[in-house]
């Protein structure tokens, strides 16, 4: 039998028990749940089938009063004795997509990033379309394009037309980008002409996690009218390898920063899932911005239960992304775009002037919340290196 080290301050304590999909070398992917710097491998710790599958999903199906029951025996188990054999440096091990991604959508649910890209696209115009505080605005992606971090990312090529060019022309992207934003994955499902109401949002979501939707906004800015993201975004999406469950998000909840006009009924009563998250980008090793969740003017619970409003079933997997974070501040913008606006005032990046992503470049998305007793609950990182254009 072992011990497992506990770091003093480490964001990995029993407060977070985020779980994981990791293999060894020449082993198979099986879950697992990160505590201080190790993983401890649940199929050897509970010894339950459920683990040794290569995805989250089985077990995400199980639903909310036997995620409750996990969490506490991984709780009591790991400040016992674990089996030798259950417990791996995080640094040996490959980490997996968390979950098999079935649907994937993304949202654009802060006010300060939605207004920015107004004023950026549309100069002459409102920053807000009228829609916008009545509903929260989102687009279907690509699931088969997710990738976890660490993935090489290969930069996209497509149309573009600079708005003083006659026509488009093809060829690789050249305002490479990122979105920070924070993902929602369902553990269970609801049948097709079904509602989830936002009171039920626990009950069907099963964690969290970081993303990284990149975005290629030369292609974007021409393809998206009217039909939305397409192209500009559908080359690859990041996601962290560590899903912190909704329980360890306990008292990261708080009030939303408030929504005037007064949403629609079905969207009411949502606001007790804004959460204070705090997000670090890092670019080439060097920070960037701190956007601040808490900004955001709609809660992932109003997310799901507009999500299905029409009666669209959800499956365990399928996942939300919020849209970019970001705040009222410049150094709190989730997105190049905003943080260098339109490219127009370059940044200093490790002493040279920088717009958007050139090849090599390194992005690293880390977040913290506030856990019970002052303890920091950590979501890991999400990266990822450009590649050339092939
Ligand atoms: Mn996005």
Redesign the pocket.
């Known amino acids: 039998m072992s011990v497992v080290e506990i770091p003093d301050g480490s964001p990995f304590g029993v407060e977070n028990l985020p779980y994981g999909v990791f293999s060894e070398a020449g082993g198979r992917p099986r879950v697992g749940v990160r505590v201080g710097d190790s993983v401890v491998d649940l199929s050897v710790l509970l010894g339950d089938e459920v683990f040794a599958e290569p995805a989250l999903n089985p077990f995400m199906a199980q639903g909310p009063a036997r995620w409750a029951e996990v969490r506490e025996r991984i709780a009591a188990a790991v400040t016992a004795d674990v089996p030798d054999g259950a417990v791996h440096p995080v640094r040996d091990v490959t980490l997996h997509l968390p979950f098999q991604v079935g649907d994937y959508v993304?949202y654009y649910a802060s006010e300060h990033h939605a207004s920015n890209l107004g004023r950026l696209f549309r100069p002459d115009a409102e920053p807000l379309f009228p829609n916008w505080k009545h509903l929260p605005v989102g687009y279907h992606g690509r699931s088969g394009t997710v990738v976890v971090s660490g993935t090489d990312v290969v930069r996209p090529c497509g149309q573009r037309k600079a708005p003083d060019e006659q026509a488009p022309t093809y060829g690789p992207s050249r305002r490479l980008d990122i979105?920070v934003?924070f993902g929602f994955v369902v553990g269970v499902g609801s049948e097709l002409g079904d509602r989830i109401p936002v009171e039920a949002f626990a009950e069907h979501v099963f964690g969290a996690f970081l993303v990284n939707?990149w975005?290629a906004r030369d292609i974007q800015a021409w393809e998206y009218v009217p039909l939305g993201p397409y192209l500009g975004?559908s080359f690859a999406t990041s996601i962290s390898p560590w899903v912190v469950p909704l329980a360890a998000l306990q008292e990261a909840r708080i009030p939303l920063p408030g929504q005037d006009p007064e949403p629609l009924d079905y969207l009411r009563g949502g606001g007790d899932w804004g959460l204070d998250v705090e997000f670090v980008v890092e670019w080439n090793g060097e920070e960037v911005a701190r956007p601040p969740y808490r900004e955001m003017y709609w809660s992932p619970a109003q997310m799901l239960a507009h999500m299905t409003v029409n009666g669209a079933s959800t499956r365990t997997g399928d996942f939300f992304?919020s849209?970019?974070v970001s705040g009222p501040e410049k150094r709190q913008r989730g997105a190049f775009i905003e943080l260098t606006w339109g490219g127009r005032e370059p940044i200093q990046v490790k002493g040279e002037d920088r717009t958007f992503l050139l090849d090599g470049d390194e992005i690293a998305i880390s977040a913290t919340a506030p856990g019970p007793d002052g303890a920091r609950i950590g979501f890991g990182e999400v990266t990822g290196t450009v590649r050339p254009a092939r």
């Open positions: 993304d979105e934003e939707d975005s975004k992304a849209g970019t």
